[in-house]
């Protein structure tokens, strides 16, 4: 019984519906049953993660069933359709069942060997073995069952069958219109799909202009043609990746060895040659969609990713985000498109993927070198390109390789493999730094919401609807309590959003507890309602100092002398908008010529010129102010702060310790204190002071950064968590004062 | 040294006082390698101030290294230079993000660390 014949009809004709030739129909109904058993196999193997060869597997399997009784009685039937539905709707067939257990028996792709559940002896890839006609037939077969399961057909690349071009056009027309009967519950695109990897695994050209075109109804075969998105490729790229992967692999766990197996990869062209052997194998692409089949491949090959993976036992691997990442991508739930990310179907918002792609934007991005990398996916030119070079296989070895080399992989493996080398990476495993970086970037992301002059209220506020929460709040101010009145002067605003003064304590306050951006944008919001407000003027000069933005800090000063009723004259009418700073520090000199005793313009000229970071001079301006005005611990601080950025740190901590003699709980002083001993090297000392800062001012951001560098220079890396995660209560333990 | 725009102008500053402290000097006997920082103001590569960090001197000075070639060499933007000196950026991270480029010996980028720079204090 030559499979062949069936399969030809034997006849040179290649319409369907002749009653003569229903040789696949025939076929079908032979083997298949729809016997519940083979049924409910169909339907284990998703969730097997053997998605990769079924093909294979369905040949090897199937072989035995082939000796069937039914076999050789084909039944005759006017239609085509008919005849292979009734044959579809026979009665099980235990030898099919048999044929079922074999295949779910370790002769699976090595894949499966990383579950632990196969003896490695059996990694063996399913070698295309037996007579061309048994392959064709059990292909057949396959194609026909997975129409049971719902299954997509898998294409596989099958040996030469020596399908004449006649035999082939045969096959395609009528595997076409059979597929349309045979899963006529499905969709269309379902049928197109299982009909194009079909003919693409017997190497049938799927090129409709090929073929001689008969009327009618071929006409609506050719369009269904056309219209197909094919899943050719897929599987097979996971199979060459997962087989140099598995070869290269030589510990679970181990995040260097990946990176090595990879530059592996890529170093020598031994993949790409590799990936050039798989593809002689494969069929033509024909009417392939750029788009559809590398994601269709990348999600194949990602959650083979992930799924190795997840395999390391190491919690941290599991839990982490990059793995989560990739077994999105696995899932399909995020899709790379065109070197973006999209989420597909869960955008949760602060969704991982989207947000990490809006922080990013750049060619360098590590997601475009990875997906470029990992899923091969340059454009959908590279996949056109690849199609039309198909003809001639030498080139094509040399267009691909040339291609991915575009790609610079070897230079990103280069990097990512000296980094690994050098210990880069530290002591963190490659995934926590990535997890690091993940939390970076939706920190990164909430700031920037709340940067720049946009204030930031507190949840939870105790003193809404307190009846004065301003005088509330001004007391608290002076007893100390800064948190405690940042919360008050937030009741108050919110209240009554016009109150200047409210506003500017609410900027003192955050200022004192060493939060320069809050306090900028609190004191922006009191400018607004108070343009001349001088103390707010000095606050928002000051703050800008502090965060380095010179321009802007250099305007508030300005802005101080001119709206001084006394100094307005001394400065030029006109407030150019290019000041210069030594024009604005002259103004300030003759105005301290005009009134000497005045401590405020001594304090202004301080800051002015620590902002030219002319430190003496502005050390002198600060001690003169001093002089004036002995008890302002602000003063002290400021002197302080000018003291220790000329790296004077001995003096700067005694300057600070007499501002928090007269204000012990002014936070900001406590992290300088911190800062300078840190400068000093005196690491274990400026840890305490941090932690004493931050019990009084959880939320001050720059001293956890502090305090973390500081528990790293003094090796207190057994601290470090109680630092991420933020736990005073053992800090403070540790680390009293 | 030039009057610059940068906000890094300033931690360069501090860090050149830095250097002639005990604390610097002991800097400089842990690292002993040569950094020239490229910092531009909002994008890599563009009007870049360069900044030599010769932790073998112990100085800072302006413009690029002339005494040979520099160990590492850093490019990266104004914020992000502050950033990564005050510990809210890891260098690596960043360096994975490609929001540093760094030319030279990996080796002598690993010792390019937040607590090699002094920081600053606040008024």
Known sequence: ?737 | MAKSSLKSAALMEQMKAHLSTDAGKDIVKKVNLVYQLNIAPKKIGFNEEIYVVDLKKGEVTQGPYEGGKPDATFSFTDDDFIKISSGKMNPQIAFMRGAIKIKGSMSAATKFTPDIFPKPSKM
């Open chain 1, 1 to 737: 019984m030559a499979m062949r014949e069936l399969v030809s009809g034997g006849a040179a004709c290649a319409e369907p519906g002749s009653s003569s030739s229903n040789p696949l129909g025939a076929l079908a109904n032979a083997l298949i049953g729809s016997s519940s058993k083979t049924q409910e196999r169909l339907q284990e193997v998703p969730t097997s993660t053997n998605r990769v060869s079924n093909g294979n597997i369905y040949e090897g399997g199937l072989e035995p069933a082939l000796h069937g009784s039914e076999f050789d009685h084909p039944p005759h039937a006017s239609s085509q359709g008919s005849v292979f539905l009734q044959g579809f709707r026979s009665s099980g067939q235990d030898a099919f069942a048999n044929a079922w257990d074999e295949i779910q028996n370790p002769q699976m792709p090595l894949f499966q060997g990383r579950n632990n559940l196969i003896p490695p002896d059996q990694i063996q890839f399913q070698p295309h073995d037996g007579p061309p006609q048994r392959v064709l037939s059990n292909f057949l077969h396959s194609f026909v069952n997975s129409g049971h399961g719902g299954l997509p057909f898998h294409p596989t690349p099958l040996p030469a069958l020596g399908l004449s071009k006649g035999e082939k056009q045969r096959i395609r027309d009528r595997s076409s219109i059979m597929a349309r009967h045979l899963f006529a519950d499905k969709n269309e695109d379902f049928v197109n799909a299982q009909v194009n990897a079909l003919l693409s695994s017997l190497d049938i050209d799927t090129d409709v202009q090929a073929r001689v075109t008969p009327p009618g109804r071929s006409q609506e075969m050719e369009n269904v043609w056309n219209d197909s998105q094919s899943m050719q490729n897929g599987p097979r790229d996971a199979d060459g990746w997962i087989a140099e992967y598995d070869q290269h692999r030589v510990q679970k766990g181990d995040p260097n060895v990946w990176a090595q197996s990879f530059e592996q990869l890529h170093g020598a062209n031994g993949w790409a040659s590799e990936f050039e052997n798989e593809q002689s194998q494969i069929a033509s692409f024909g009417q392939v969609r750029g788009a559809s089949v590398p994601s269709l491949a990348a999600m194949e090959q990602t959650r083979v990713l992930a799924h190795t993976l997840a395999q390391n036992p190491d919690p941290k691997f599991k839990s982490s985000k990059f793995l989560q990442f990739v077994s999105k991508m696995s899932r399909g739930e995020i899709t790379f498109e065109d070197n973006q990310v999209k989420s597909s179907g869960l955008p949760a918002p602060g969704d991982w993927a989207t947000e990490y792609q809006q922080q990013f934007n750049g060619g360098q991005s590590w997601v475009d070198q990875f997906e470029r990398e990992e899923l091969f996916r340059g454009s959908a030119g590279w996949v056109n390109e690849f199609t039309t070079a198909r003809e001639q296989q030498g080139p094509v070895d040399d267009q691909w390789v040339n291609e991915f080399s575009k790609l610079h992989v070897q230079d990103w493996a280069d990097e990512f493999g000296r980094q690994v080398g050098e210990g880069i990476l530290g002591d963190d495993s490659w995934a926590d730094t990535y997890d690091e970086y993940l939390n970076e970037q939706t920190i990164v992301k909430q700031q920037s919401v709340t940067s720049k002059g946009v204030y930031v209220f507190s949840k939870l506020n105790p003193y809404v609807g307190h009846p004065n929460p301003f005088q509330e709040g001004q007391e608290l101010f002076r007893e100390g309590l800064l948190s405690e009145a940042v919360l008050a002067l937030e009741a108050e605003v919110l209240k009554n959003p016009d109150n200047s003064e409210g506003w500017r304590f609410l900027g003192l306050a955050h200022a004192e507890n060493d939060d320069d951006q809050q306090a900028i944008a609190a004191m922006m919001r009191a400018h607004e309602a108070d343009p001349t407000n001088l103390e707010v003027l000095l606050a928002l000069g000051v703050s800008h100092t502090n965060e380095l933005e010179q321009a802007a800090a250099l305007k508030y000063l300005y802005s101080w002398l001119r709206h001084h009723p006394k100094y307005g004259t001394v400065s030029s009418p006109e407030l150019s908008d290019s000041l210069h700073h030594a024009d604005v520090a002259r103004y300030f000199s003759d105005a301290a010529k005009i009134s000497p005793e005045d401590a405020d313009l001594h304090a202004v000229l301080g800051v002015l010129y620590n902002l030219s970071r002319e430190y003496d001079d502005a050390a002198e301006s600060f001690v003169t102010a001093l002089k004036l005005r002995p008890y302002d611990y602000s003063l002290w601080n400021k002197l302080g702060a000018t003291q220790a950025n000329s790296a004077q740190a001995a003096d700067a901590i005694l300057a600070y310790q007499h501002a928090l003699d007269l204000k012990p709980n002014y936070v900001r002083a406590w992290a300088n204190m911190g800062i300078s001993y840190a400068n000093q090297g005196m690491y274990e000392d400026s840890i305490r002071y941090y932690v004493r800062a931050l019990a009084m001012n959880p939320k001050a951001d720059n001293a956890w950064q502090y305090l973390r560098i500081s528990l790293s220079c003094a090796s207190r890396t057994d601290m470090m968590e109680a630092c991420d995660s933020r736990n005073l209560e053992v800090l403070q333990k540790e680390f009293p004062l």
